[in-house]
């Protein structure tokens, strides 16, 4: 006799109710995304254990903040928002697409059909679909000279599902132009030369595009301008403060003087490259308007920036290092790990710098650059729900516009694929499969 040892709290089924379990788990999936696909589809709100409230009609967003308990919905679930990091589009489209296989599994499995047999034919079904797609799609001219146009429509398609038409509208530019500014020739698009930057500050119709940088804090010395145009800018990774030493060493001095020339002796490796940076400053800056702008990875000490704004120098410490990245994209010239060797050549440029400030954040803007790299789409909004709403659509736009470049090729939309694949399978597939996989490859996309 076989025994068995379960869990006493595990529940036990056959392979009939387990398969139908999971079919009815794709099916409830179904039924709970159905509702909000397409530009006209209804905003889900969800209700968070501690109360919290978020509403939104993206796939993506409802699939990660539901608390789905059953193992096929979560894979299902799994499997859609592998699709939207990919495309960035059509999560919901895909588990409304699986919840009908199921359903029509379900069917033919209560005639009797055994499930290898569905999955052969549903195997049969997709290599079939997808040498059909290879002829379907429309290719699209994206050699020196994007389609602007076509680019926008893609942008648009996908943005209308996600938020009202006016403010998709006004995206679907800031989306393309953003990724038109960061594409390279001959190399991949990286969408993370794209920042992603949020002031809950006006309405969301405010939200624009700067073809610059935005810093997320400002200067830190109060005579330091707040504005300043026509700007070399400096981008550097070097430490312009004291550092203690990593191993303990004690000093002892017997008077005054003795221990002024101590503090004179720390001080002076750190005014040296004060002193580099100043003279490099007025090597280019001496005789013109033009200004002179220092971002660095590391500290700069308050005695530091002192001396640099006695120069009229701006400067902004411990920024980012995924800024430092972007900011010699957009400015141009080099990021220095050494002011020993200082050129003009490792200098960036920028027509404007300035500060904004917002209750108690600062922002400073570097715009006006000379062909840049790098941008930054600022998203403003009145509160966090909006802003979290416009995040997410802005970021799978994004995506999706870079798929169509690199792909080079659309496919219609509105449900025009699935048709045209669906007669396919039924007039021309189903003739060349026999044996019971003939009624399942023909049915796979009906």
Partial sequence: MALRMLNPNAEVLNKS???????????????????????????????GGSGEIKLTKDGNTLLKEMQIQNPTAIMIARTAVAQDDISGDGTTSTVLFIG?????????????????????????????????????????LMEEAPDKE???????????????????????????????CIQKPEESIDLFMVEIMHMRHKFDIDTHLIEGLVLDHGARHPDMKKRVENCYILTCNVSLEYE????????????????EKMVLAERRQVDEKIQKIINLKKKVCDGTDNNFVVINQKGIDPMSLDLLAREGIVALRRAKKRN?????????????????????????WAGLVYEHVLGEEKYTFVENVRNPHSCTILIKGPNDHTIAQIKDAVRDGLRSVKNTIEDRSVVLGAGAFEVAASQHLKHTVKKTVQGPCNCIAATSCG
Avoid at 19 to 47: C, E, F, R, S
Avoid at 245 to 258: I, K, L, M, R
């Fill in 17 to 47: 109710a387990a398969l139908y379990m999971n079919i009815n788990a794709a099916k409830g999936l179904q039924d709970v995304l159905k509702t909000n696909l397409g530009p006209k589809g209804t905003i889900k709100m969800l209700v």
């Fill in 324 to 348: 430092m990245e972007r900011l010699v994209l957009a400015c141009g010239g080099e990021a220095v790990n050494s002011v020993d060797e200082l050129i003009p050549n490792v200098l960036g």
């Fill in 150 to 180: 076509m680019l926008k429509m893609v942008a648009r398609t996908t943005l209308r599902t996600k938020l009202y038409e006016a403010l998709a509208d006004q995206l679907t530019d800031i989306v393309v132009n953003a990724v038109l």
């Fill in 100 to 140: 009908e296989l199921m359903k029509q599994s379900e069917r033919y499995i209560s005639e009797g059909m055994h499930p290898r047999v569905l999955v052969d034919g549903y195997d049969i079904a997709k290599r079939a679909t997808l040498d059909f797609l290879e002829k379907f799609k429309t290719s699209v």
């Fill in 244 to 259: 203690k030493s990593e191993v303990n060493a004690g000093f002892f001095y017997s008077n005054a003087e003795q221990r």
